[in-house]
């Protein structure tokens, strides 16, 4: 009898666990405030969102109004100036792309950067776009539901509210960027394509006591009151009751057609190049990338040897150079620098390992050598 509870106990746990991946998978579009795209662009680029704001046009170029930085909107289909409304798109960071990237063909980011660039391409969170976008009329309800938390906070904050939505814990499934940390039971409530923090009570009552940190414990549907709180990027509630809830009798599911994957990383310069016969020896070697990459995944797959013995009568050190690797994200450039000058008149070789891979949609970079040899 034992034996058989155990093995129940086992499917329920992995039954759990596909309820909570099964979860995981809603909308790729993210209901969020401008001022958290501005604080935290990492974690929306590349992303569709849906904000609130109102947009203006000034010349060639459409801007969301009141921004700390500049996010520039290029429409899918130009807007009727509607009140009320949403606005849908693409979220990048220009300083995280390149200016020929073939994703953007269509698109002409010269009067963005004529405009808030002075003509240069921008370095990171520092100018951002919305493309693909379009406007939806959307009223915000009088009672808010998480959705309109999420993406109007401002108009609801110090109120007293009950909202209900999925149990996602401590953020395990990336649903926000940031943590507000106001204690170790905080957990994160979400519904279709919205999400909100919630602290003050751990969450447990009646029939049901969950851990923020265990993934076995999500999906299900809480019911939540309490008072809103919005500071700059962060929204929470303070709750002051939890209980089970739930569904809704329709919860919009929207389907998207995923966007073509970005070209693999490549390797587009270095210095010294491929072949070169007389390289610096007290020079550090510069490898650039075509892409951001994960400087992470950089760290132990890098490996530098001497593939040729030194001229006689000095005979070749047995050990390869020691070396140390530093990733420039500016460029995507990784540079190594040596403890010693190099070896004269030896041949060279730096090898990138299988596993480096790129940053937001981790492309493996895959082998990659460069052979060169030193001078005097």
């Known amino acids: ?38 604080a935290t662009p990492l974690f929306f680029h590349g992303k569709q969102v849906v904000v609130r ?5 000034a010349g060639p170029v459409w801007r969301l109004a009141n921004t700390s930085k500049p996010i520039f909107v290029f429409w899918k289909e130009r807007p ?28 002409d980011f010269t009067p963005v950067v004529e405009t808030a660039g002075h003509g240069q391409w921008p370095g990171r969170d520092q100018i951002f776009v919305l493309t693909n976008a379009i406007m939806v009329e959307s009223a915000l309800p009088t009672e808010p539901t998480l959705r ?17 939505g999925r149990f996602r814990g ?3 499934f990336g649903d926000l960027p940031e943590a507000v940390g106001k204690s170790r039971w905080d957990f994160v409530l979400q519904s279709a394509d919205a999400a ?50 739930q569904a809704p009798t329709e919860v919009p599911i929207e389907i998207t ?3 073509p994957p970005e070209p693999p990383p490549t390797v587009v310069f270095t210095a010294p190049i491929a072949g070169e016969a007389d390289a610096d020896r007290t020079s550090p070697i510069r490898i650039q990338f075509s892409r951001d990459m994960d400087p992470r995944t950089i760290r132990d797959h890098v490996r530098v040897a001497y593939t040729s013995p030194a001229p006689p009568p000095a005979g070749a050190p047995a050990t390869p150079p020691n070396f140390t690797v530093r990733y420039n994200e500016g460029n995507h450039a990784l540079e190594i620098k040596f403890a010693e000058p190099l070896d004269r008149y030896r041949g060279v070789q730096v090898t990138l390992l299988d596993g ?21």
């Open 53 to 57: 704001r109102e947009a203006t046009e």
């Open 148 to 164: 309109a938390v999420a993406i109007a906070p401002d108009k609801y904050a110090g109120r007293s509210i009950s909202v209900s």
């Open 80 to 107: 009727s100036l509607a009140t009320d409304s949403e606005i849908r798109g693409e979220f990048w960071d220009l300083g995280r792309l390149q200016r020929d990237d073939s994703r953007f063909t269509g698109i």
């Open 1 to 38: 009898m034992l034996k058989v509870l155990r093995v129940l106990a086992v499917i329920g746990a992995v039954l759990a666990i596909g309820l909570s991946v099964a979860n995981a998978q809603q909308s790729s579009r993210v209901a969020t405030t401008v001022e958290s795209l501005v």
């Open 196 to 245: 909100v923090w919630v602290t003050g009570l751990r969450p447990r009552g009646k029939n049901f006591d969950l851990d923020p940190h265990a993934r076995v414990d999500t999906g299900k549907w809480l019911q939540v009151t309490g008072t809103l709180r919005h500071d700059g990027p962060q929204t929470w509630i303070e709750a002051t009751t939890v209980a089970l809830g």
């Open 257 to 259: 057609v995923p966007r």
């Open 170 to 172: 401590a953020n395990l």
């Open 356 to 376: 480096i891979l790129s940053n937001i949609d981790n492309q493996p970079l895959g082998g990659w050598t460069l052979t060169f040899n030193t001078g005097g």
